[in-house]
């Protein structure tokens, strides 16, 4: 389970919309969803792809506190007079059936990264180990999730990278756009 004094936040509150439903009287839709950002869990790719989501024990009870979080969330005030406290997901309240729920309904945060994990498929600079003149760099050598989306993340890892391979290569030319 993450330490909230020692470990980088695991959970995330995510806010959609707002989306209209079509409705004559103009109603619009938003979504307040919870998101795990570290699991623990680990996919594997192989012939396909296994996600193996809620495989590590300790996956399922976090997410249960997001959920419950988002239920804070929306039972405040400010929130319920936007909602006229109408929702679409269920009202489920014993642990069992939210836990059955969850793993049913759980869906991708499309934050995958680590099939060529830097430490054991690619080294620090980023080229495959044990092949000559074969580089990987993007979300896939994470070695873990970030505790944030990917996006950003990967850009970042990829400047840098190209920063250092220029720099190695080049690196007067380097100096002189950098003074
Ligand atoms: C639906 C969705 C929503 C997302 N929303 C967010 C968000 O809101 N914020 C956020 O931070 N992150 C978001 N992400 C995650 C983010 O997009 C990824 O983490 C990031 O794009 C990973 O970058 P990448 O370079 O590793 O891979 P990609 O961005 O997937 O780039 C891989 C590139 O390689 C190309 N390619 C693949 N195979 C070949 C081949 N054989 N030859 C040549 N080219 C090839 C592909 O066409 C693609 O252009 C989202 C992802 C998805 C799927």
Partial sequence: MAKPTTDPPDLQILVGGPFPTGDADGM?????????????????????IRLNYFDHADDLPRLLEGLERV?????????????????????????????????????????PVGTCAMGSVVDAECRVIGVQGLSVVDASVMPDIPSANTNVPTIMLAEHVAHRRTVAVAPTRVAATES
Avoid: C, M
């Avoid at 929306?74 to 836990?99: K, V």
């Fill in 71 to 111: 239920e804070t969330a929306i039972h405040a005030g400010a929130i319920q007079a936007l909602t006229r406290g109408e929702r679409f997901s269920p009202h489920i309240t014993g642990t069992a059936d939210l836990e059955a729920w969850v793993k049913e309904n759980a869906w991708t945060y499309h934050h």
């Fill in 28 to 48: 619009q839709v938003f979504f307040l969803a919870a998101a795990l950002l570290k699991p623990r869990s680990r996919g594997e790719v192989r012939d396909g």
